[in-house]
Structure formats: C-alpha cells, structure tokens
C-alpha cells in the first residue's frame, strides 16, 4: 500500500482539521468500487453518508471518467 498522509492543517488549538493523503490510481480505484457497492441506508449516521458520496463523486469525477471511458471498469491495474 502506498497510500500517506502528505499533509496535516491545524486550527487556531492546534488540532488537526484537515489530512491531505496521496494514494495510487489502484487504490483509488478500490476505494471507488468499494463505495459503489454501499446504499445510502447502509451509512449511518446521515452525515457520513454525505462525506462517502462527496468521496465517490470526486474520484469518478475527475479521475476515473476523466481518464476512461468506462470510468473505473475501464481502468485495469498494471
């Protein structure tokens, strides 16, 4: 696994807000799969179901429909 976190952000009491993390395009790609899969009733409570779909939206987005024309189907490791 190559996935780290790149960067750390502090609020004004110095506790972490804010995590960059740098994965590879496989990695994101299982994530996507991943997500795919879950229905909104099986993330509770309601608010990580947004966090989830803002996740998969931004990857498929611009990443892998970016990139492929079957988006994550078309993407194949190697």
Known sequence: ???RITNLTFDADQDP???T???SV???AHIVRHLGKLAPATTVPPE???TLSALYDC???NV???YW???VDGFREG
């Open 26 to 28: 496989a990695e994101a």
């Open 69 to 71: 024309d079957d988006g």
């Open 59 to 61: 990857l498929t987005a």
């Open 64 to 66: 892998f429909n970016a």
């Open 48 to 50: 990580s179901n947004e």
């Open 17 to 19: 807000s804010e995590v």
């Open 1 to 3: 696994m190559s996935i």
């Open 21 to 23: 993390i740098s994965m």
